[in-house]
């Protein structure tokens, strides 16, 4: 199964200095997105990934793949130690390309929604019961009530 890579997303200690040939700009959640030709990454102190400040977890691997939103994006490699690490969630999407929800609150509501059909359409993957579903709850209050964003969760 051949999966590409469109972006990558990298929680670090420090950002020290940018290439002055990269491009680089402050993302959305205090980050930065660093562009170097076709290959966009996003990078951020583990500290200030917003599931993990929300329920208050330890700051540790295993905290970042449950505060993941896609089971396809619940993989964490640590380049120090140089080891992978990913639970049943990131298996069972390799086994059957099912894209499904993980932590269901999230911050950006409406991207989940717009990623969820663009990665459908995009990479041909499927949609679980549990994604459609929460498609379907967060889709309903989006279009009744314009401040629900933080009502679920």
């Known amino acids: 199964m051949d999966i ?3 972006d990558v997303e990298c929680v670090i200690d420090t950002i020290n200095a940018v ?3 990269v491009e680089f700009r402050i993302n959305s959640f205090g980050g930065v997105k660093v562009k170097i030709q076709n290959l966009i ?18 700051l540790t691997p295993q905290s970042l793949l449950k505060t993941a939103f896609f089971n ?12 992978f690490y990913y ?5 069972r999407f390799l086994q059957n390309r099912m894209m499904d929800v993980v932590y269901t ?20 993957f499927g949609l679980t019961l549990k994604l459609c579903y929460w498609i ?16 679920l969760n």
């Not at 409406?110 to 969820?116: A, D, E, G, M, T």
């Not at 379907?136 to 314009?146: E, R, V, W």
């Open 4 to 6: 590409v890579v469109g």
């Open 19 to 21: 290439d002055s040939d």
């Open 41 to 58: 990454i996003d990078l951020w102190g583990l500290e200030n990934t917003w599931g993990i400040r929300k329920e208050k977890m330890e």
């Open 72 to 83: 396809f994006s619940a993989i964490v490699f640590d380049y120090n130690k140089t080891i």
């Open 87 to 91: 639970e049943s969630d990131f298996v």
């Open 105 to 124: 609150k999230n911050p950006n509501i409406p991207l989940c929604i717009i990623n969820s059909c663009y990665y459908r359409e995009k990479y041909g």
């Open 136 to 151: 379907f709850i967060y889709h309903t209050f989006l279009a009744s009530d314009k401040k629900c964003l933080y009502k």
